[in-house]
């Protein structure tokens, strides 16, 4: 195996942990405050993928416009198709539409399926993440398409066409490997500097060490949760869309592997731990892409967990997870 064999698997590893990271810090986000793995989060990322696809569709396609009754949307659809900056603008209100409305579809669903069970036992809203989890994807599989839908335009090209940026050690690095590198890594620091810096992200650190002394400094509990709520389900639905475009494709079940492996990812770097998230994210999508180029693509899955089991039995918190003292 050649060096550039290396560097395109790592490049690879590199790009598919962008996406897992954008998903883990969902995963994250809603446990660092509430102790719950929110198992719609995976659904919520195939949904963002939907929306994504029919947000292009409508703004550049004027037989979708008509055919939802949506023809005065010309004119916008002119100013999206006329060259590179309304090109631009298109995929940024993909991602922001795709962003909002996923995010707001989070809130819907901690008001009405976990705010509920808030104080039941903790099996209670586990079940209820589960459930709402199969019913997203049922209701994809029912209401739009069982089959797989082709990221595409009417006349079947890719919306974000494959173009090399630059090459490094003889590999090609292409713009959408850059973009979705370059944006996971951009949210981060958006998020943790939020969470950090800013009245909101306090109040959000302080629910998560403890919740009733919180409220009983005038944090609104229930904002603050809604506001995670939102903000998790909207990374995903990035990582959704973008998942759309590089892969070409998007389908009802699309969220449970990617789900299951960002919550592997969160687990690895520490649970709770924003940071230990987008480390996770990135330490696995390298190790599985490593796996399947030197070893087998079927062991891809096999080794991604030995290390996640690894890492459990060495660092039972997570590589940047901390030992938390037990109260007396």
């Not at 010309?74 to 995929?91: A, K, N, R, Y």
């Not at 739009?144 to 990221?151: G, R, V």
């Not at 998790?232 to 389908?251: C, D, E, R, T």
């Amino acid at each position: 195996m050649s060096l550039s064999y290396l560097l395109e698997q790592t490049l690879n590893g590199i790009t598919l942990g962008g996406l897992y990271a954008l998903v883990a810090l969902g995963y994250t986000l809603v446990y660092g405050i509430l102790l719950m793995i929110n198992f719609a989060h995976s659904e919520l990322f195939m949904l963002g993928g939907y929306v994504g696809l029919g947000v292009l569709k409508l703004l550049s396609d004027p037989a979708v416009a008509e055919a939802t009754g949506l023809g005065f949307l010309e004119p916008i659809q002119t100013f999206f198709l006329s060259g590179t900056f309304g090109f631009v603008m298109l995929i940024a209100v993909t991602f922001a539409v795709s962003a909002v409305v996923v995010g707001i579809l989070g809130m819907f669903i901690e008001r009405f399926a976990y705010r509920p069970l808030r104080h039941a036992p903790r099996l209670a809203p586990l079940i209820s993440a589960i459930g709402v989890s199969i019913f997203l994807q049922n209701a994809v599989l029912l209401w739009i398409d069982s089959k797989q839908l082709p990221y595409t335009r009417a006349d079947g090209s890719a919306f974000v066409q494959a173009q090399t940026a630059f090459n490094v050690g003889g590999v090609e690095v292409s713009t959408m490997q850059i973009f979705i590198i370059a944006t996971s890594l951009i949210l981060l620091a958006l998020l943790d500097t939020f969470v950090s810096k800013t009245r909101i992200g306090r109040a959000m650190r302080a629910t998560s060490q403890d919740r009733e002394a919180a409220g009983l400094m005038g944090v609104d509990i229930n904002s603050v949760i809604a506001l995670a709520f939102f903000i998790g389900p909207a990374l995903g639905a990035i990582a959704g869309v973008f998942n759309g475009m590089y892969y070409g494709s998007v389908k009802f079940n699309m969220g449970f592997i990617p789900g299951i492996k960002s919550f592997t990812a969160a687990v690895i770097g520490g649970i709770g731990n924003l940071r230990g998230a987008m480390l996770g994210g990135f330490l696995l999508g390298i190790v599985e892409s490593l796996a399947s180029g030197f070893v087998s693509n079927a062991y891809r899955d096999v080794i991604a967990f030995i290390v996640l089991i690894l890492v459990l039995i060495f660092r039972p918190g997570g590589l940047l997870g901390e030992a938390v003292a037990e109260k007396v």
